[in-house]
């Protein structure tokens, strides 16, 4: 009767919808994209009703096209854009305020009073993250402060927070279920990793009333159900994470020492460390990678700001080529960059240089450096980046990554996937199916609901493409001390002489 899990991938741009059945697969996709609005330079904001409306729709059409009924579908599984804010009216479910998304930067200057009042490490201890304007917590307070009347609302207990997961569970189920899971919670900055609650410190500092949040609940647990009218019959919501976490446990990197690297338009490494939570002195950050029957697993996250759009400055601003998946057989074209290294550090660098004035650069050239070269340590970029900060992953967990799972868009490209294996000197394992994101939030879901059991979601791990590290010891060490090189030229670049 139950043959279907339904996954609701509700990202930064697009809302999706996929159908898994039990071996896996997808039955049925939809997606379709919703407004980003930009109010002042360095704001984002989006429609929080326009995502609802737009997410429902797309799991709708996802039903449809799949010509299945409510009843087939065993559970619903969430995965969300993260931190993204929105507060809305307890009564009228109506949101006081645009939704404020995690790029937005308007709460920048508070958070540099934060750091600069000695913050830091206190908000760093308790939470696993570093003061920054990403997180949800400085973003609730701006919207306290400037909705007009918000403050007192929120005191006597008429607002509700939630980032997009409690929206839309909470509009799911009627208004019945105000809640988040352990991941989505642990990106807030306001909620303490290691006794798992609230912290009351950090909401008196920010003046943030403890009645508007949401109740924290396992990743694979009972969030409710949704009611009938929306797809013809009620189904429970049972898995719920934030996009980077549920890719984790998409990819089946469910063991301490496990991670994966999401290539997109950015990267994203996380690494299980299972039960224990590192404090990294290098600048990742300790987040919460799920919690399941009220055990925590810890990961350790690092992003890499430019990765594959370095691909689209190739295609888009040198015009070297035509497409994206070009760059792969051009980068073969030559047998190496001929000494050549590109540092994408167009915003600055990231884990473990934190430079924000760093810019991008090209060394090495010589008349004989050619387009191909160019592309070649374009993709290669994209591999030593990620190479230093699973370096640093390594080094502070103290072991050796036995395998690097990947997906996102960029990780379709073989050569660049070949040379992340011979650098990081570790299999690259590449599934068929590259759609981990939506996939763990369907496994959480599938969990709880008894879709599958932890050893069948074991087995779906076939099918995957594994690369091997082929390269010697000696190339590997020379090509990271010339990189390093490499990258000290595109220091400080931006900074005023
Ligand atoms: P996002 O979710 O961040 O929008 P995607 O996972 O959809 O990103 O990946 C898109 C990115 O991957 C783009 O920056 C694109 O240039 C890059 N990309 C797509 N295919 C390839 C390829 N074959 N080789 C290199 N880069 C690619």
Known sequence: ??????????????????????????????????????????????????????????????????????????????????????????????????????????????????????????????????????????????????????????????????????????????????????????????????????????????????????????????????????????????????????????????????????????????????????????????????GIDGKITYALEGSIFVAGSAVQWLRDDLKIIDSSEDSEYMATKVEDTNDCYIVPAFTGLGAPYWDQYARGTIVGLTRGVNKYHIIRATLESIALLSQDVLHVMEKECNGKLKKLKVDGGASANNFMMQFQSDITNTKVVRPKLLESTARGAAFLAGIHSGFWTIEEIQELEKDARIFIPKMSEEERNKKIKRWHRAVEYSKNWAKED
């Open 1 to 290: 009767m139950k043959k279907y899990i339904m996954a609701i991938d509700s990202g930064t741009t697009s809302n999706r919808c996929i159908i898994f059945n039990k071996k896996g697969e997808i039955v049925s996709s939809s997606q379709k994209e919703f407004k980003q609005y930009f109010p002042q330079p360095g704001w984002v904001e989006q429609d929080a009703d326009e995502i609802w409306s737009n997410q429902i729709g797309v799991c709708v059409e996802a039903i449809n096209k799949a010509n299945i009924k409510a009843e087939e579908i065993s559970s619903i599984g969430i995965t969300n854009q993260r931190e993204t804010t929105i507060i809305w009216n307890k009564k009228t479910g109506i949101p006081i305020y645009n939704a404020i998304v995690w790029q937005c930067r308007r709460t920048s200057n508070y958070c540099d009073e934060l750091k600069n009042k000695g913050y830091t490490e206190k908000i760093k201890e308790k939470t696993g993250l570093l003061i920054d304007a990403y997180f949800s917590a400085t973003k609730i307070k701006w919207i306290l402060e400037n909705v007009e009347g918000a403050k007192e609302q929120a005191e006597k207990g008429e607002l509700l927070f939630g980032t997009v997961d409690t929206w839309l569970i909470y509009k799911l189920t009627g208004g019945k279920t105000h809640a988040t899971d352990y991941s989505n919670a642990s990106r807030t900055m306001l909620y303490n990793i290691n006794e798992l609650k609230w912290d009351e410190e950090i909401l008196q500092l920010l003046e943030i009333p403890k009645e508007i949040l949401p109740e924290v609940r396992n990743s694979s647990g009972n969030f409710g159900k949704v009611i009938a009218k929306y797809f013809g019959g009620e189904i429970e919501i049972t898995g719920v994470a934030g996009d980077q976490q549920s890719a984790l446990f998409g990819q089946i990197c469910l063991e301490e020492g496990e991670a994966k690297n999401t290539y997109g338009t950015g990267a994203f490494l996380l690494m299980n460390t299972g039960r224990k939570k590192i404090e990294s002195k290098k600048g990742l950050l300790s987040t919460i990678a799920w």
